[in-house]
T-cell receptor, first 113, second 115 residues
Framework: DAGVIQSPRHEVTEMGQEVTLRCKPISGHDYLFWYRQTMMRGLELLIYFNNNVPIDDSGMPEDRFSAKMPNASFSTLKIQPSEPRDSAVYFC???????????FGPGTRLTVL | AQSVAQPEDQVNVAEGNPLTVKCTYSVSGNPYLFWYVQYPNRGLQFLLKYITGDNLVKGSYGFEAEFNKSQTSFHLKKPSALVSDSALYFCAVRGLTSGTYKYIFGTGTRLKVLA
């Protein structure tokens, strides 16, 4: 079992550029979560999907952020345009079955200059 | 509103001593409660959870937690701390709000085990 895979692991970009973060959940897991972690705000839930359908996106900070899950094995989180305050570590997590234990990916460290 | 509180930013304990990392929660209905650990530059790793049943839950690496409904607490404990337990620990709760499941993480407690 490869676990949750995220790419890239590190991303450095300039303000105003589009950023796309990618996640491959564990095969067979029906849920997928996107989180953002910063020193100031801790770990924040951005959005989660169930069976590829967005269930709760109330944590998405603003319209510059969007997330998609076109199939059960792939999700993207896009920021357009990016701003320096978006700098954070972004995690993807997929719970196993109905136990709600979340399996986290290694994260993508985003730096917006 | 749903919330999780970890009142201590940092806990220091000597190696071999027992440790406790505190967590209190507020949620509608029956809570699902979790503890996760994060090592530097890594994602969060699951330690243990409470859904129902025995109030004392045992998890990975010798950790355990006790669900106390009357005090709305779910403190993480270990009888004998190891230096390798030094990490950031997160308490989390899942509850139902307006028909949607909400997952909330605490702010984290940094555990430092001193040799």
């Amino acid at each position: 079992d490869a676990g949750v895979i995220q790419s890239p692991r590190h991303e450095v970009t300039e303000m105003g550029q589009e950023v796309t973060l990618r996640c491959k959940p564990i095969s067979g897991h029906d849920y997928l979560f996107w989180y953002r972690q910063t020193m100031m705000r801790g770990l924040e839930l951005l959005i989660y999907f169930n069976n590829n359908v967005p269930i709760d996106d109330s944590g998405m900070p603003e319209d510059r952020f969007s997330a998609k899950m076109p199939n059960a094995s792939f999700s993207t989180l896009k920021i357009q345009p990016s701003e320096p305050r978006d700098s954070a570590v972004y995690f993807c997590a997929s719970p196993k079955d109905r136990t709600d234990t979340q399996y986290f990916g290694p994260g993508t460290r985003l730096t917006v200059l | 509103a749903q919330s999780v509180a970890q009142p201590e930013d940092q806990v220091n304990v000597a190696e071999g001593n027992p440790l406790t990392v505190k967590c209190t929660y507020s949620v509608s209905g029956n809570p699902y409660l979790f503890w996760y650990v994060q090592y530097p530059n890594r994602g969060l790793q699951f330690l243990l959870k409470y859904i129902t049943g025995d109030n004392l839950v045992k998890g990975s690496y010798g950790f355990e937690a006790e669900f106390n409904k009357s005090q709305t607490s779910f403190h993480l404990k270990k009888p004998s701390a190891l230096v390798s337990d030094s990490a950031l620990y997160f308490c989390a709760v899942r509850g139902l709000t307006s028909g949607t499941y909400k997952y909330i993480f605490g702010t984290g407690t940094r555990l430092k085990v001193l040799a």
